[in-house]
């Protein structure tokens, strides 16, 4: 009889970079810039030729996302109103990435804290939205930072990449073609993000995460069964980015906004609210776990008042930040770090046997959940 492979995560490991932008440094830096912009094109906009700008504002940021600050890269370009946009020299090909490095200083807390050499990791997956190039794949510079054997290759599920990337490692391990793979998501979104656009320039700052999804048979007596894992995809034009190669074949548009993040915050919120809630439900009912019965909910981190409806339809009462933790307060949206953040941050107190439930959400739309159980 063929033996069984279970898949667990045996540790997660973080990355946050040192520099942090506050709203208020955010706001002065966007409110000069509308100042010059307002004053530069002051003859057009008094002949109606073009809108003046407006002002950007802490309490709509604050009461709005929840948001109080953002790790970033590079603080002083993005902070440059004649700049607003991450800057640093450009590396050559025999230096590890920047996205890389992030990945890499996770990844090595993840295998740390795991007690795993890097020489019995199979796999490692890039799950990330923003890849630095198409190729060679940002996972196998890693894999070869890190002295991994086997293979490695980018995917890109947007906000939900890191989700999509533990249930891909979980079927490698449930398949036997893989004991131990690193789920990777360095997330440097100021490089998509636009800064001067007064709807979104407060939303994203940067991280990188590591999950380690590993056999059960070699797993560390400490870790986190995976109970279940569901993806779900539905298209929609309410978050979009259209940088891409073929950009090239229309330069005439190549500076347009919309080859930055854009949304249509509102419908998004509206609409990804009740198809997460429902989801969660769904999937919880499959498992045969009470939903009111989870532990924590480690939610992505896009917005409080969204983290907020969810958890209430899930847990059936208003969540506390005990079953809900936040930390988009402080690092922002992190695209598909930011579940596995509150993951890492706010895990170690869970005893034994608790219950709880990885979910992210974004572009696509995407959504992933992963209900895990805390064990030793
Ligand atoms: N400062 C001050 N006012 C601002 C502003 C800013 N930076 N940005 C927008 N406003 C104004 C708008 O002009 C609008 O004014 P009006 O009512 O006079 O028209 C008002 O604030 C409301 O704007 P709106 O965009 O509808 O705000 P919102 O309450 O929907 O909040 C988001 C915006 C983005 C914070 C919120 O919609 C959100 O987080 N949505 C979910 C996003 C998400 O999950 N995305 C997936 C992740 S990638």
Same mark, same amino acid.
């Given at each position: 009889?063929?033996?069984?492979?279970? !898949?667990?995560?045996?540790?997660?490991?973080?990355?946050?970079?040192?520099?942090?932008?506050?709203?208020?440094?955010?706001?002065?830096?966007?409110?000069?810039?509308?100042?010059?912009?307002?004053?530069?094109?002051?003859?057009?906009?008094?002949?109606?030729?073009?809108?003046?700008? $407006?002002?950007?504002? #802490?309490?709509? @940021? $604050?009461?709005?996302?929840?948001?109080?600050?953002?790790?970033? /890269?590079?603080?002083?370009?993005?902070?440059?109103?004649?700049? /607003?946009?991450?800057?640093?020299?450009?590396?050559?090909?025999?230096?590890?990435?920047?996205?890389?490095?992030?990945?890499?200083?996770?990844?090595?807390?993840?295998?740390?804290?795991?007690?795993?050499?890097?020489?019995?990791?199979?796999?490692?997956?890039?799950?990330?939205?923003?890849?630095?190039?198409?190729?060679?794949?940002?996972?196998?510079?890693?894999?070869?930072?890190?002295?991994?054997?086997? =293979?490695?290759?980018?995917?890109? #599920?947007?906000?939900?990449?890191?989700? =999509?990337?533990?249930? *891909?490692?979980?079927?490698?391990?449930?398949?036997?073609?893989?004991?131990?793979?690193?789920?990777?998501?360095?997330? @440097?979104?100021?490089?998509?993000?636009?800064?001067?656009?007064?709807?979104?320039?407060?939303? =994203?700052?940067?991280?990188?995460?590591?999950?380690?999804?590993?056999?059960?048979?070699?797993?560390?007596?400490?870790?986190?069964?995976?109970?279940? *894992?569901?993806?779900? *995809?539905?298209?929609?034009?309410?978050?979009?980015?259209?940088?891409?190669?073929?950009?090239?074949?229309? !330069?005439?548009?190549?500076?347009? !906004?919309?080859?930055?993040?854009?949304?249509?915050?509102?419908?998004? =919120?509206?609409?990804?609210?009740?198809? #997460?809630?429902?989801? @969660?439900?769904?999937?919880?009912?499959?498992?045969?776990?009470?939903?009111?019965?989870?532990?924590?909910?480690?939610?992505?981190?896009?917005?409080?008042?969204?983290?907020?409806?969810?958890?209430?339809?899930?847990?059936?009462?208003?969540?506390?930040?005990?079953?809900?933790? *936040?930390?988009?307060?402080?690092?922002?949206?992190?695209?598909?770090?930011?579940?596995?953040?509150?993951?890492?941050?706010?895990?170690?107190?869970?005893?034994?046997?608790?219950?709880?439930?990885?979910?992210?959400?974004?572009?696509?739309?995407?959504?992933?959940? #992963?209900?895990?159980?805390? @064990?030793?």
């Amino acid at each position: 009889m063929q033996p069984t492979h279970r !898949p667990v995560i045996s540790a997660t490991g973080l990355f946050t970079p040192e520099e942090s932008i506050s709203n208020e440094e955010l706001v002065a830096s966007f409110n000069t810039y509308v100042e010059r912009f307002n004053a530069r094109n002051a003859e057009a906009i008094a002949a109606g030729e073009i809108e003046p700008l $407006e002002p950007s504002s #802490v309490e709509f @940021i $604050e009461k709005a996302s929840g948001i109080k600050a953002r790790h970033v /890269m590079a603080k002083a370009p993005v902070l440059d109103p004649e700049i /607003m946009a991450p800057r640093w020299a450009e590396r050559a090909n025999d230096e590890l990435s920047i996205l890389a490095e992030i990945g890499v200083k996770a990844a090595r807390e993840a295998l740390e804290r795991a007690g795993r050499d890097a020489a019995d990791v199979d796999a490692v997956l890039c799950a990330a939205s923003n890849m630095q190039r198409p190729y060679p794949a940002m996972a196998i510079e890693i894999q070869q930072a890190l002295g991994i054997e086997g =293979f490695g290759f980018d995917m890109n #599920v947007a906000c939900s990449s890191a989700t =999509f990337g533990i249930q *891909t490692a979980a079927d490698y391990i449930r398949a036997g073609n893989a004991r131990s793979v690193l789920v990777v998501s360095p997330e @440097i979104t100021s490089g998509h993000l636009n800064w001067r656009d007064r709807d979104s320039h407060f939303i =994203f700052g940067d991280v990188a995460t590591a999950v380690l999804v590993e056999d059960a048979a070699m797993a560390p007596v400490r870790h986190w069964d995976i109970l279940g *894992t569901r993806l779900k *995809t539905v298209f929609s034009n309410n978050i979009r980015n259209n940088f891409g190669f073929l950009n090239r074949a229309h !330069p005439e548009t190549a500076d347009r !906004p919309d080859k930055l993040f854009v949304q249509q915050g509102r419908k998004v =919120f509206k609409e990804v609210v009740p198809m #997460v809630s429902q989801m @969660i439900l769904d999937e919880a009912e499959r498992l045969e776990i009470d939903p009111q019965g989870l532990r924590r909910l480690w939610l992505h981190q896009a917005n409080t008042g969204m983290n907020r409806l969810i958890a209430h339809r899930v847990l059936g009462h208003e969540a506390n930040e005990d079953e809900s933790p *936040t930390v988009l307060d402080t690092y922002g949206n992190t695209s598909s770090a930011g579940s596995i953040i509150a993951f890492h941050l706010h895990s170690d107190d869970l005893a034994s046997g608790d219950t709880g439930l990885i979910c992210s959400f974004g572009a696509g739309y995407s959504a992933g959940t #992963v209900f895990v159980r805390r @064990i030793g």
